[in-house]
């Protein structure tokens, strides 16, 4: 009880304070709650899936003495299992959007809420619903939020289900491998061990996955609301 209340947001925040305190079932419950639960959002994903890649020989060791006995298989059960975590988070999220959608739609507009801007994520989603639904796993926030609004503007079911599928295997393959390899090459090349510069990364992996979406936010161009109510009855 004690250790817990020693817990500082420091240590929230950090990737490597999970993979030494938790191992891999915090891992992929952390997985599943940035992307399943609104509250998750302010959990490391990115990085700790970098930090996780370094890592695979341990976490997957300890579901299993010794691991797999190679570096790839190790990453690929990772793969698998965190995927899996990810989409289950993501198809939660989506029901939950559901289920509060009709709410949403047919609630006046005040200071904090504006329909308008559930008819221009509507328009969004069905032009580009599974290109947000992939790029969002690369985004932090964005992520825990895109697929609720995917279920309250109503995307068709059949398409979530296969960019989620999509989005998620390639989220984690891209940070998995890319923290296991990474580490290796810069210690082999430089020797530079890049567990002892998390900061550096998860700046640098925040900035990377930002900048697209800050850019889009300032300079895209924006398009009028349309005024269709998904769930009107006919």
Known sequence: MLELLMITWKDII??????????????????????????????????????????????????????????????????????????????????????SGPFLFHRKDNFLFKKKYLFRAKEFYDKHGGEAIVFARFLPIVRTFAPIIA?????????????????????????LFAGHYLDKFFMSRFGFDLKKHLEVIVIGIVVVTTAPVLYKLFFGRKKPAPAEDPYQKS
């Open 151 to 175: 279920g309250i503007v109503v995307m068709d079911r059949r398409k979530f289900v296969i960019y989620n599928i999509v989005g998620s295997a390639a989220w984690v393959l891209a940070m």
């Open 14 to 99: 950090n990737p490597d304070f999970y993979i030494n305190n938790g191992g891999l079932w915090v891992l992929l419950f952390i997985v599943f709650a940035e992307t399943g639960l609104m509250v998750g959002f302010f959990l490391p994903g990115d990085s700790l899936l970098f930090v996780a890649g370094i890592y695979s020989e341990k976490l997957v060791g300890s579901m299993m003495t010794g691991g797999t006995g190679s570096d790839f298989l190790d990453l690929v059960v990772l793969w698998v299992l965190v995927s899996f975590c990810g989409i289950l988070g993501n198809a939660v999220g989506y029901w939950f959007g559901h289920k």
